[in-house]
């Protein structure tokens, strides 16, 4: 790995949990605790963090540069990470959120990763992961492949999980994107999918993006912790599986609370 895609990778590190050991970005990267020590000398010096012993946390600049909506993409992620184990075959469609999550799979060992988004792609192989950026009509606005090429190119492929985000869910529990090719590629995506994991922000919530997608049934739904209790009160009674900021002590224990059978 270069110095630079390392740099890289612990910045967005550091970005999403504010502060990381010396010891961990080692094994993490691979690489030296003594290479770990100089490039977070280096980040200091340009002022994105400030080091402490053992290890380093972002800087005051960077955290106030912090939007809520970031700060609310990445407490998704973190947790739907934990739906990811090593060696899986996955697929992470376009999005903010999603995008988070591949910076919390740096970790993750042997992963395959399919994807229409230029930024998660990079993302990925920047952390040494193996990526199948679909091809297709590409959107300059979400910066991802639509169309009738991606389509057919993800029928080429197995994945074990899907993590798909999307853009509104209203008060019927029916989840809705901003436009109809992102539709039409996101229902070809559910179609192929062995395990559905949908992310939403909370404050998508009450909202309708301009194309239904359907009302959320059997699938997995990873939201934030501040969802209105009304909202957590009809995912229990409709029988959805519904995930916030829960810790577990294990992927295993995770899985099975997930998938019991």
């Not at 295993?252 to 997930?258: A, I, L, N, R, S």
Request: negative net charge; glycine residues 6%.
């Amino acid at each position: 790995m270069f110095a630079v895609e390392r740099k890289r990778l612990i910045q967005n590190y550091i970005a999403d949990n504010g502060k990381a050991e010396v010891s961990k970005l080692s094994r993490m990267l691979a690489v030296s605790e003594v290479t770990i020590r100089r490039d977070l000398e280096l980040l200091e010096k340009e002022g994105w963090l400030h080091r402490t012993h053992g290890g380093a946390v972002l800087s005051n600049n960077e955290l106030e540069n912090r939007s809520d909506e970031d700060e609310i993409s990445i407490e998704i992620a973190l947790v739907a990470s934990r739906f990811v184990q090593d060696g899986d075959n996955i697929c992470v469609t376009n999005g903010k959120t999603n995008l988070h999550l591949a910076r919390k799979l740096t970790s993750r060992r042997g992963l395959t990763v399919l994807t229409n988004d230029i930024a998660i792609a990079s993302e990925m192989a920047s952390q040494g992961k193996k990526v199948v950026l679909l091809g297709g009509e590409f959107d300059p606005d979400e910066r991802a492949s639509f169309g009738t090429l991606a389509i057919e190119n993800l029928r080429n492929f197995f994945v074990s999980k899907v993590f798909m985000e999307v853009d509104g869910v209203n008060e019927d529990l029916v989840f809705s994107v901003n436009s109809p090719t992102k539709a039409s590629f996101l229902t070809a995506v559910m179609a192929e999918a062995k395990r559905l994991i949908i992310l939403c922000p909370y404050t998508r919530f009450q909202n309708s993006a301009f194309y239904n997608m359907g009302k959320i049934s059997s699938y997995v739904f990873v939201t934030n912790a501040r969802l209105e209790d009304s909202y957590k009160k009809r995912f229990f009674e409709e029988g959805i599986s519904l995930f916030t900021s829960v810790e577990f002590g294990s992927y295993d224990e995770f899985e099975k609370t997930v998938y019991p059978n």
